[in-house]
């Protein structure tokens, strides 16, 4: 991108603009900022845009390399360039009539097969024909994971409660913390438990030692190798290192070095998912993410939703400056997706290098947050109203509620509603003077009270509306973040699909954890040493 395109953009972001006066002007403003892809509505009007500031986005996009960028990612070219490898997590919800293939590989036989094998487990398990080392049906499966093998099918899980058809109870153990693992196995059989261990490298710590501790939770009740094996099943890249850990090839299901972790909810990872939903629903989830895939690759881009999203993020980040966004779902059965959000952007874009290797000069991913609302209101959204920090927000609300309480539903919408136009409107002094006035209070009490009402509006913010938040709404909600990072990327010329940064801090735990479990000694910073010999006392 040509630094000239970089220095125009923060010239724009000094032009000051009022989104009170810029609806005023434009009567059309909210239908013009507005767009419907695969049934997700977009309404874009309430943000620190006009057509100047828009033309210039749009031509950010255009003079980048996103379309060629966009069709390796699609045609499976090896775009993560540090780790030679394809990014491809669009190939397991496309069609199998797509007929994809990769270093003479068959792609689509292959995923269709990781499907079938899917499909009938989860079948055999739905139908209660699946028993244990006792010939118990089996009523539990323990989830083990970390990252994106935990966070995608945990929030999918949480986000389609409502579509559950399955018999079984689904938990999940991610967190090395043993209270995690402890409180998993509470009032579970292990004779009529199944155990999936998710790991690509079937390596990480984590994973690996809640995997072990469970192991040893059925060795301690009298399960021999023989009833392990049956109750044991993996999905993983290392066939090897789940075969010595005890799992049966028949029961590990294929992973692929061209999906990264992350993206990976459309893989066997979405196996507790495709247990909840059945294998028809779950289908519907591929379908809907292949519906965004679609769009994201047909539409212009300036009528491309991903594309759109991204444009504004990297204007409130590079323009002006803001270094958090707020993912506010309103939905209860959303609430673990400003979780997955945050995962999916800040260890995909929180890079301080581009492709080539030279130093970042500009900020990349914001700091992702939220929750769901209301419970928002009534914590964090004191901040986003009266204080300083510009903190641009995603509301998200389905229309059609999952459960029969319309009352509660027009109440939920109408809080998201109201949130958006009050970040955008706010409250003047001379409005925040004449409500203290009718409420019967003085002049001098609303001299006094007055400016501690005033909001100074002008806080942007996207809604999106979703017809109902059903398995192809997911896919295609969390397809849509999924471009919008990718966008980002290539904007910024960052590798989008590794995530380097994170080693450091797991090579430097080793020597720690050694000294600890009396193993060996280590020197430390002075702080570490303190810290070692205070957990040590």
């Not at 360039?81 to 792609?107: F, G, K, M, Y």
């Not at 294929?254 to 289908?283: E, H, K």
Request: charged share 15%.
């Amino acid at each position: 991108m040509p630094s000239a395109v970089w220095r125009d953009l923060a010239q724009l972001a000094k032009q000051p603009l009022n989104l009170r006066q810029e609806f005023a002007a434009d009567p059309e403003r909210a239908t013009r900022y507005a767009l419907n892809a695969c049934g997700i509505e977009l309404d874009y009007s309430k943000n620190l845009i006009n057509d100047a500031i828009w033309q210039h986005l749009l031509g950010m996009a255009q003079q980048s390399e996103l379309t060629s960028k966009r069709a390796q990612m699609f045609a499976g070219d090896k775009i993560n360039s540090s780790e030679q490898r394809s990014v491809w997590h669009t190939a397991l919800r496309a069609p199998l009539s797509a007929n994809l293939t990769l270093d003479d590989a068959d792609i689509s036989a292959e995923i269709s097969a990781c499907h079938a094998q899917m499909f009938a487990l989860v079948e055999q398990l739905n139908s209660l024909q699946y028993s244990g080392y006792t010939g118990e049906p089996i009523t539990d499966l323990i989830w083990i994971g970390i990252g994106g093998s935990l966070l995608g099918p945990q929030m999918a899980v949480e986000a389609l409660t409502p579509y559950n058809i399955s018999p079984l109870q689904i938990h999940f153990a991610g967190n090395i913390d043993g209270a995690v693992v402890s409180d998993v196995v509470k009032g579970l059989d292990p004779a009529t438990t199944l155990v999936f261990v998710a790991s690509k490298s079937f390596g990480t710590e984590e994973t690996k030692q809640n995997a072990l501790a469970i192991r040893q939770w059925f060795t301690d009740n009298g399960a021999d190798q023989a009833a392990i094996a049956r109750h044991f099943w993996a999905t993983s890249s290392n066939i090897k290192a789940a075969a010595e850990f005890g799992i049966e090839s028949d029961h590990i299901l294929p992973m692929w070095d061209w999906v990264g972790g992350r993206y990976s909810l459309w893989s066997a990872i979405g196996l507790p998912l495709c247990l909840m939903l059945g294998t028809v629903q779950f289908n519907q989830l591929l379908a809907g993410a292949h519906a965004m895939d679609q769009h994201f690759q047909q539409a212009p881009l300036a009528e491309n939703m991903p594309v759109i999203l991204a444009l504004l993020g990297v204007w409130y980040i590079n323009g002006l400056g803001c270094q958090t966004q707020a993912l506010l779902p309103y939905s209860h059965y959303l609430r673990l997706l400003p979780s997955y959000v945050q995962q999916l952007d800040m260890e995909s874009n929180g890079k301080g290098v581009d492709i080539a290797g030279d130093t970042l000069t500009a900020a990349t991913a914001p700091v992702i947050w939220g929750d769901a609302g209301t419970n928002g209101q009534h914590a964090y959204h004191q901040l986003l109203h009266q204080s300083a920090l510009a903190v641009p927000a995603d509301f998200i609300l389905p229309v059609k509620p999952a459960h029969d309480l319309q009352d509660h539903h027009h109440r939920l919408a109408a809080h998201c509603f109201a949130q958006t136009q009050a970040l955008m409107q706010g409250k003047t002094l001379d409005e925040a003077t004449n409500e203290v006035l009718a409420a019967g209070g003085t002049a001098a009490q609303a001299a006094e009270l007055a400016p501690h009402k005033v909001s100074p509006g002008n806080k942007p913010s996207n809604t999106l509306l979703l017809p109902e938040l059903s398995p192809f709404y997911l896919g295609a909600l969390l397809a849509l973040y999924e471009h919008k990072v990718f966008v980002q990327g290539v904007l910024w010329n960052i590798n989008s699909f590794d995530q380097w940064g994170v080693e450091l801090g797991k090579q430097l735990s080793t020597p720690i954890y050694q000294v600890l479990s009396g193993q060996k000694t280590h020197p430390f910073d002075a702080s570490t040493e303190r810290l070692i010999k205070l957990f040590q006392q």
